[in-house]
């Protein structure tokens, strides 16, 4: 298995071609990510498929209930072995301390990560939810509860990795998405860091999707990411 820290984010709904693509980047990539709209198509048979190429599996389904769900929730997609599965952070401490407890009784060692403020929200949309001052406090704070409650690791952009290293337990993962090799980029991430940059700013795992993903030679796009330079 390839150590690279990237996992390439496989957003697409089908297994047939999900499991091409992952068999294309065994020994390059670290791992795939697998989201909503894969998990909504094909669900756990789907996971299943993919795996076949080998590699681990983040699973990102943001799962977001009273504990009582979530904690099921967990249970049910710890049986399909993942290296990493998502949750939201805003469910609060019991539904945070729901799934760890779920997590450790099954003695699995998949990290759970929490996901703070999605960075499709600014203040003014989570002042419509009743969120008043900066994006960037709630994230820190949501990311002490999620901590505190005993999750792995963050999910964070690119930007909020200084400021989670500085407040936080240095044995926390961060997996950062909004990553992009340098030169111009047509899609809608804005605010993106390159590999190297991220790297150097703490994170642990690099998620990256079209720039393997809708590329000629995927392999090869996954293994220049590395190798690229500063960004815009
Ligand atoms: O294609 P791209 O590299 O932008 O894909 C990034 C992946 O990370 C997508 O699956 C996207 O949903 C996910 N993601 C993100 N930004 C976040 C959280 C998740 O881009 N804040």
Redesign the pocket.
């Known amino acids: 298995m390839s150590s690279s820290p990237i996992f390439c984010?496989i957003?697409r709904p089908d297994p047939a071609g999900a499991l091409t693509l992952a068999r294309s980047l065994n020994g390059v990539v670290g791992g795939v990510?697998l989201?909503l709209e894969f998990f909504c198509a094909s669900g756990p048979a789907g996971v299943r498929t993919v795996g076949e190429a080998g590699l681990p599996i983040f699973l990102?389904l943001k799962l977001h209930d009273i504990p009582n769900t979530v904690a099921g929730a967990v249970r049910s997609a710890l049986a399909l072995e993942p290296a990493m599965l998502t949750l939201h952070a805003a469910g609060g401490r019991a539904m945070l301390e729901a799934a760890v407890a779920a997590k450790r009784e099954a003695g699995a060692a998949t990290w759970l990560l929490a996901?703070t403020v999605?960075?499709?929200l600014d203040d003014g949309d989570l002042a419509d939810t009743g969120i008043s001052g900066d994006a960037g406090a709630q994230v820190e704070r949501l990311a002490r509860l999620a901590v505190a409650a005993g999750v792995d690791g963050l999910?964070?952009?690119p930007h909020e990795i200084a400021r989670l290293r500085r407040n936080l337990p240095a044995d926390v993962k961060l997996v950062v998405?909004?990553?992009?090799p340098a030169g111009p980029s047509g899609?809608?991430?804005k605010r993106v860091m390159t590999p190297q940059e991220a790297l150097a700013a703490g994170a642990d795992v690099l998620?990256?999707?079209?720039?393997?993903?809708v590329a000629a030679d995927p392999a090869a796009a996954a293994a220049a990411l590395l190798g690229s330079g500063p960004s815009r």
């Open positions: 984010a957003d990510k989201g990102d996901v999605l960075t499709s999910v964070c952009s998405p909004g990553i992009r899609d809608d991430q998620v990256v999707g079209r720039p393997i993903t």
